[in-house]
């Protein structure tokens, strides 16, 4: 791999309703790992879980609660999440996270249970 530099001007965002995801790096010229700010504006995400890849979480903006297999757990600006692969989770809105994904994320790998 080369050095490089992503310009937030060459970032796009996509809308999904109640998320707004900024993917940064998810290409396959990166399989081992992706980034995105993750915003959630309107209700709380769906219940899920990714099949395939561990999820880091960094709270960029905000506070409210990462719900973890069931448990509510308080989360604001500064704190850090780590929700292996396989595990129940949800976050509520209010929230911009810097979400990183090893391996990358890939949205057929996410499953909801609600």
Partial sequence: MKPRIIKSKDLKEN???HIKVTDIINT???PEISIAKV???GNEAKL?????????YYVVEGKGKCIINKKEHLIK???????PKNTK????????LLAISSPR?????????E
């Avoid at 990714?50 to 999820?55: A, C, Q, R, W």
């Avoid at 994320?105 to 249970?113: G, L, S």
């Fill in 39 to 41: 915003k959630l504006t």
């Fill in 28 to 30: 396959k010229n990166y």
């Fill in 105 to 113: 994320f890939n949205r057929k790998h996410r499953k909801y249970t």
């Fill in 15 to 17: 809308n999904f309703g």
């Fill in 77 to 83: 600006k500064g704190d850090l999440v780590f929700i």
């Fill in 89 to 96: 989770y949800r976050n509520t809105k209010g929230l911009t």
């Fill in 48 to 56: 899920g879980y990714d099949t395939k890849s561990d999820v880091l």
